[in-house]
């Protein structure tokens, strides 16, 4: 069941007895803002850690104990031209109770997200400090992380100028600098008052007592409909590079390609092979010769986002082999774009994306995000058959076409003295 109850407020109910808990899942969506970034990350650890009814941590923590040990979290992801706040919780199946868990939840997230720990049009002054605290050292601690460091570095510089895509999806310390109780608590009633609302719940559920269980939701209607999702960079003739020098014994030599794909749409399944045949698995051509049989590597990969038409391809290397490296990864997608591979390795890399996918399905993480892009992008598979279908169909000429619409935009190389 979907509907929606007000305008930008919208109830996914997915009935099943596969699981023996029930997910409520509740997503908050906006436009991607570099100047909301950094207070949507800070503002998630704000409301996972009390409320006005949960006032520390610990009464917060004994009351998900009381309901049979419920998992509670708050999290958020860029999803293109969107930045979205989840709010999830799982609860043991009724079934399994001797008293109903799902009003109980339903409750307890109305009273984090609607009463949130705050006095005088701000949030508590201790909780605050304590929080941006510690979101300053997870961002200062990042430098110390050379993939993660470059794997940024690489994005900014292909995004280059669109801040909005280039700052990272949790935002930064000079952005948290300023950030005050009263400022961030002005944001959120920005939020709860404007942000598309996806609520989810998935387990051995009645839709109709669902949807009685949200219906009073202080939720008023939004002015704007689900937003747009898709973002696509313009590419540019030149590839830009960067080199930064930090101290470190192993280089990291990063690349960004931008990949010519539509949304879920006829292209998606052949881009997909194509960049899973390219990096993105054990089979996959990076893997077997740049770090196998040529030992140029201590990993090399890439990853698809498909939000943004992006392949990123992250490699750790002696500073030494960096030309090297780029010529076999120059090479390695040639391949794919000349046909340079077995049909058995094209059955076995389709054979290991469907696996993957066959066993999400068993998971209520990915029945519910499943649901949320199924609302978003109308091209999405609406199960696993559809799915395969589409991945079956996809032949060589395909796979060919999609790799060649794949074109280096940008090279980031972090490396240090200790590693050339």
């Known amino acids: 069941m979907r509907k929606e109850m007000k305008p930008g407020v919208w ?39 009390n409320s006005a009814v949960y006032p520390t941590q610990a009464t917060l923590s004994a009351h998900l104990e009381s309901l049979y040990g419920a998992n509670f979290s708050i999290g958020m992801a860029r999803e293109g031209k969107l930045h979205r706040i989840g709010v999830t919780m799982s609860t043991v199946d009724d079934r399994f109770t001797d ?3 799902l009003p109980q939840a339903a409750a307890f997230l109305r009273t984090i997200l609607f009463e949130p720990n705050m006095q005088a049009g701000r949030f508590d002054e201790a909780t605050f400090a304590r929080e941006k605290e510690n979101l300053d050292h997870y961002l200062a601690s990042l430098d110390d992380d050379r993939q993660t460091q470059a794997a940024l570095g690489v ?24 950030l005050t109780a009263s400022s961030l ?45 898709a973002f696509d960079l313009p590419t540019h003739p030149d590839v830009l590079t960067q080199t930064t020098k930090v101290k470190a014994q192993q280089a990291k030599f990063d690349l960004a390609y931008h990949v010519e794909t539509d949304l879920m749409g006829p292209k998606y399944a052949a881009t997909l092979v194509a960049e899973e045949l390219f990096g993105g698995s054990s089979l996959s051509l990076l893997f077997t010769n740049v770090r196998e049989k040529a030992s140029l590597a201590y990993y090399a990969s890439s990853m698809f986002d498909d939000f943004r038409g992006l392949m990123l391809v992250q490699t750790g290397i002696e500073g030494k082999d960096r030309q090297q490296v780029a010529d076999l990864i ?25 696996d993957h996918q066959r066993a999400a399905y068993d998971s209520p993480r990915f029945l519910t995000n499943q649901a949320l892009y199924q609302l978003l992008v109308p091209d999405a598979p609406q199960n696993f058959d559809e799915f395969a279908q589409r991945i079956k169909a996809v032949d060589r000429q395909a796979v060919q076409q999609a790799a060649a619409d794949m074109k280096l935009q940008a090279t980031y190389f972090l490396t240090g003295e200790d590693s050339e």
């Open 11 to 49: 109830l996914i109910v997915l009935p099943t007895t596969q699981f023996k808990t029930t997910r409520i899942n509740v997503q908050f969506l906006a436009p991607l803002q570099r100047a909301t970034v950094t207070k949507r990350t800070l503002l998630t650890s704000l409301l996972e850690t």
């Open 99 to 101: 008293t109903p868990l």
């Open 155 to 178: 994005q900014q510089l292909y995004f280059g100028a669109d801040q909005d895509q280039a700052i990272p999806s949790f935002g930064t310390r000079e952005d948290l600098a300023s």
């Open 185 to 229: 608590a002005a944001y959120y009633q920005e939020m709860m008052q404007h942000d598309q609302v996806v609520i989810t719940v998935l387990g051995d559920v009645d839709p109709k007592q669902v949807a009685a269980l949200f219906a009073d939701w202080p939720l008023d209607a939004r002015s704007q409909t689900v937003p747009a999702v």
């Open 330 to 354: 120059r090479d390695q997608l040639a391949a794919v774009v000349n046909g340079d591979f077995s049909d058995a390795l094209l059955k076995a890399v389709k054979d290991g994306i469907l």
